[in-house]
């Protein structure tokens, strides 16, 4: 079984529709976070959290908002989709501490495309 | 922050060997990764220095030299199942996050 799951994995939906993409993880890991990737620009931080209380902004965070639910439990939505948002997104996952161990753990992906 | 760059696209022979630079400029530096990432799959690590040198891992090595702000990962005896693209990747000491570049593309032929 993953350890780390998204839902759903493919979504294709329409400029101004609110959207969720969803992230699971059964590694008891406290940090999580989402990325975007787009062509030629690697993967880029949208918000990460360090528990389930502490919710930060990445690089390119406007136009997004996030929910941590739980340990276990972290969601992305777009309040309104415009279709630059169109890319596929990681939620990725750590154990925090700084060392080698604080290796970050990627989900399989969701490819969001916004007409 | 941090400025990462590394080549965007390689190709090699199968059996041969790749090597892949990266530099970044940081602010503050606590750690290099490198991930392998093949087409419309996630990122899965591949190796982590924070001290200066090499780290051997198999088939794989990574090198690192901070003076230099300097990485380079080397894949050796290349077999067609290492076409992917290969990220490097940087965390900063003050929150623990990492920066990537954006990634080369190796292409191994056979």
């Known amino acids: 079984d993953a350890d780390v799951t998204q839902t759903p994995r493919n979504r294709i939906t329409k400029t101004g529709k609110r959207i969720m993409l969803e992230c699971s993880q059964t590694?008891?890991?406290?940090?999580m976070y989402w990325y975007r990737q787009d062509p030629g620009l690697g993967l880029r931080l949208i918000y990460y959290s360090f528990d389930v209380k502490d919710i930060n902004k990445g690089e390119i965070s406007d136009g997004y908002s996030v929910s941590r639910q739980a340990q276990a439990k972290f969601s992305l939505s777009l309040e309104s989709a415009i279709p630059n948002q169109t890319a596929l997104y990681f939620c990725a996952t750590s154990v925090g501490g700084g060392a080698v161990t604080d290796t970050q753990y990627f989900g399989p992906g969701t490819r969001l495309t916004v007409l | 922050g941090q400025n990462i760059d590394q080549p965007t696209e390689m190709t090699a022979t199968e059996g041969a060997i790749v090597q892949i630079n990266c530099t970044y400029q940081?602010?503050?530096?606590?750690?290099l990764f490198w991930y392998q990432q093949h087409a419309g799959e996630a990122p899965t690590f591949l190796s982590y220095n924070v001290l200066d040198g090499l780290e051997e891992k198999g088939r794989f090595s990574s090198f690192l030299s901070r003076s230099k702000g300097y990485s380079y990962l080397l894949l050796k005896e290349l077999q067609m199942k290492d076409s992917a693209s290969y990220l490097c990747?940087?965390?900063?000491?003050?929150?623990?996050?990492?920066?990537f570049g954006a990634g080369t593309t190796v292409t191994v032929r056979a």
């Open positions: 590694k008891g890991h406290d940090r």
């Open positions: 940081t602010s503050g530096f606590n750690g």
């Open positions: 990747a940087v965390r900063d000491t003050n929150d623990y996050k990492l920066s």
